[in-house]
């Protein structure tokens, strides 16, 4: 099911969709980001992968979901938007397509890691109504600290 934010399209995550989610991935995040056959593994595995495309097609952002090995907690992996199409509401709507695929899999809460310095992210999920339950230290990397968001379905 698609739906839109602004002008944007997001809906779920399709094999052709792959390649620029890893193009995108790889020109914020270098050696960090995913690999390519990465999310193609996901998507074919039935995680919630969203992107959002605006009226010519082009990516705007996508957001990764996985469940956590509880089977009733899922976890935003990750969610990106291109820079030009930032602060159009892009990221919230992936991160609330997500949440609402959990919440239609009888999930009971989402949780997502976000470095603490990452203002801009902490606040999205802020305002989508998750909570700061924990701060993580050296959680990538000797002295990064990373705060877990959570949110109850
Ligand atoms: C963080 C990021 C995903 C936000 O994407 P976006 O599509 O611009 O976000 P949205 O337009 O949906 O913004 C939703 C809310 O998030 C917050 N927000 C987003 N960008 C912000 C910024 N630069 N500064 C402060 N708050 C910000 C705001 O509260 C915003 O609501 P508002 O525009 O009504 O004020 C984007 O900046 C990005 O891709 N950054 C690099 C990758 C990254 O850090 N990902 C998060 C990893 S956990």
Same mark, same amino acid.
């Given at each position: 099911? $698609?739906?839109t934010s602004g002008?944007?399209?997001i809906?779920r995550? %399709?094999?052709e969709d792959?390649?620029d #989610?890893? $193009?995108l991935?790889?020109t %914020?995040w270098?050696n960090?980001?995913?690999?390519s056959?990465?999310t193609r593994?996901?998507t074919?595995?039935g =995680?919630p992968?969203?992107v959002?495309r605006d009226?010519?097609?082009? %990516? $705007?952002?996508?957001?990764?979901?996985? &469940?956590q090995? *509880?089977c009733?907690?899922?976890? #935003?992996?990750d969610? &990106? &938007?291109?820079p =030009?199409?930032?602060r159009?509401g892009?990221?919230?709507? %992936?991160?609330?397509a997500v949440?609402?695929d959990f919440?239609?899999?009888n999930?009971?809460?989402?949780?997502?890691a #976000?470095?603490?310095?990452?203002e801009?992210?902490?606040?999205?999920?802020?305002?989508?109504g998750?909570w700061? $339950?924990?701060q993580m230290k050296?959680?990538?990397?000797?002295? *990064?600290? =990373?705060c877990?968001?959570r949110?109850?379905?």
């Open positions: 099911m $698609a739906a002008n944007l399209q809906r995550c %399709l094999p792959c390649a #989610i890893f $193009a991935d790889r %914020l270098g960090w980001s995913y690999g056959p990465f593994q996901l074919d595995m =995680h992968v969203f959002a009226v010519s097609g082009a %990516l $705007a952002g996508y957001c990764i979901g996985l &469940t090995a *509880d009733v907690t899922g976890y #935003i992996l969610v &990106t &938007t291109h =030009h199409y930032r159009q892009a990221a919230a709507g %992936l991160v609330s949440v609402e919440r239609n899999r999930m009971k809460a989402v949780n997502a #976000i470095d603490g310095k990452n801009a992210s902490k606040r999205l999920f802020a305002g989508l998750f700061e $339950a924990k050296n959680y990538y990397e000797t002295g *990064d600290l =990373h877990l968001f949110l109850e379905l």
